[in-house]
């Protein structure tokens, strides 16, 4: 997707939401995570996509390089996920498993293939949708062999994601529209539906949340041989991300950069609040909704859509929340182009000591600029970079200093 550079302009709620509190909010509310052997095995961390893992530690004061690995000839299609001693990195020509410890190569499935999309690894699996004819793949994590195989009516852009009642059913769409729940023990597809235009995000919490590039949301539940549409709802474009706080909220980010807090049950679909250009990608909690779309960081108040902070700057990546803080990435793309890891506070900078910059807690230079999105897992932070034209594009694991 391309990048595209923002200003905020205008906030839209029931009535009008004014600008507010972009210094910081002061006091957190959030605290650190303390595990270290954490995993991130979806694309947006879990079965409700939220980018958010309160319990995950990762480096808050400062980072070191634990390891980058040139992807040779390959760029990233996808944000890297975490699991089972590997990095699985999505390409546009292969998926490419690093070793966790090392950044070695392990494995690598396809070659000069159409894009893959995201994985998503449960229990020692990868499955992994293609832009072609393969639809769907299972593969083993350790060694990179194929399990199965089920062919799609078409390509896979979205990741595939688990129905959060257990991890019985995978969910599948496609660029023709068709929602799949797959078996994920034999890829036997046990369910079929359609949706109006290429399906662009999914997220399950209790049902099947669906986004599309025509700018739907739908909300699905199995029923008999199909899907029974619980409610759908038209937003202004190409659905970019969809992400469920463990409240309850259901928040939309879109490629034109309108954020939508949508409710769910009796109120079928309706508005909570919407912000105009307020980011493609989002992470979310119970409190806050973190936006980047290629300009600004902003952090959204998930009650209201107020502002509580934001920063200018080149944000491109998807964003991560860890504990108390938010890892991003972007850049300048092209020949002369640099990037960066950043990571911020979640109360956006504010009373909380020694901080550099706009309010940071540390920033990583990278060569090139780092896009689609950030994992943290294992006490580390993973980010891979698009290389300028033949220039190498990387991943970095980034350990506390």
Known sequence: MPSRRRFLTTISTAGVVGLAGCAGRGVSTYSPGTDETTEWPLPAYGRGSSAYNPDAAAPRDGV??????DLSGVKPSARPVVAAGHVLV????????????TGETRWRYGQDQPWSSAPVVRDGTAYVGFADRRGLVALDIETGEE???????GDIRAAPTFETAGYNALYVGDDTGRVY????????IT???????PVTALAHDRSLLVGTESGEVYNLLPRDETFAGQWRRKVDGWVTALGCSREGGIFVGTFRGTVYSLL??????????????GGAYLAVTGEDVVATDGGNLRTLDARTGSVAWERDGKYDAAPAIAGDTVYVGGGEKGGNGTGF???YPLSGGTGLGSLVGDGRRWQFDTESAVIE?????DGAVFAATQGPGESPSRVYALDAA
């Open 64 to 69: 070191t390089e634990r390891w980058s690995t």
């Open 90 to 101: 999505p390409t546009s020509g292969a998926v490419v498993a690093l070793d966790l410890d």
């Open 147 to 153: 399990q199965w195989q089920v062919e799609t009516r």
């Open 181 to 188: 729940r797959i078996r994920p023990e034999d890829g036997e």
């Open 191 to 197: 369910l079929r539906g359609e949706v109006f235009g």
């Open 264 to 277: 769910d049950g009796a109120n079928v679909g309706s508005s909570r609040w919407t912000v105009e250009n």
């Open 341 to 343: 890891v950043a990571a």
């Open 373 to 377: 999105g950030v994992a943290v897992a």
